[in-house]
Structures are given as C-alpha cells and as structure tokens.
C-alpha cells in the first residue's frame, strides 16, 4: 500500500474517533452520569472530550487535505511518528486506567494498535 493510501487510512481513522467521541454524552449517558462528579471534574472530563475531538478532525484534515505534506517533510514526519506514539501511548493507558475484561475493551484496543501501525507505515516506506 501506498503511503499516501496510509495517509488516508490515518484521515478516516482519525475521523472515526471523532465521531466516537461526539457520542460520549449519549453513549456514557454524561447528562446522569457525570452528576455525582464533582463541577471541576466533570467540567474537565468534557473540556478534555471536546479537545481531542477538536485534535482528530484538526489531524484528519491534515491527512485528507495535506497528503503530500506529511508524506514528503520532515514536518510531516514528526506530525506522523507524534500521532503513531499518540495511539501507542494510549494503547498502554488502555492497560494502566481501564482493566475491564469485556470485548468492547478489547476491540477498542486493538483500535489504538491499528492507529499506531496507520501513522507508522508511511514512515517506512
């Protein structure tokens, strides 16, 4: 595959975990959920959610719109091998922070190692 096919891959993938993260207020049932926490600490919950949404549409259009760019300069390396360790950083976290046995974890997981290996092919090409 192409390095610019994997720049893609990266682009929907990124696009993805957008949308995903769009859902945490349905999916996470927050409107409850986040009442027994306390204000600073639901403020900042969704303050972080809203950034990393913020983050992965900011990547994606990277991806879709400056292909070339992140294949081709050592800018777009770094921007490539930074979102590769982003995604192995956070598959480690995966196993530090939510130690739940079910498969939805586990398929979330192999998510992050899918991102890590996404960003890191074009690297090697």
Avoid at 6 to 21: N, R, T, V
Avoid at 29 to 58: H, P, S
Avoid at 94 to 100: G, K
Wanted: proline share 2%; net charge positive.
């Amino acid at each position: 595959m192409s390095a610019h096919t994997w720049i893609w891959l990266g682009g929907l993938h990124s696009l993805a975990f957008a949308a995903f993260h769009l859902a945490f207020w349905k999916l996470f049932r927050w409107r409850d959920t986040l009442k027994a926490a306390t204000v600073a600490d639901r403020a900042i919950l969704q303050i972080l959610n809203l950034r990393l949404i913020y983050v992965f549409l900011g990547v994606a259009a990277l991806c879709f719109f400056y292909t070339d760019e992140l294949q081709a300069s050592a800018l777009g390396h770094a921007v490539l091998a930074g979102m590769s360790l982003f995604w192995v950083g956070r598959t480690i976290e995966q196993f530090v922070f939510l130690r739940i046995n079910r498969p939805l974890v586990h398929v979330l997981t192999a998510l992050f190692v899918v991102g890590a290996v996404v960003f890191a092919m074009p690297l090697l090409g």
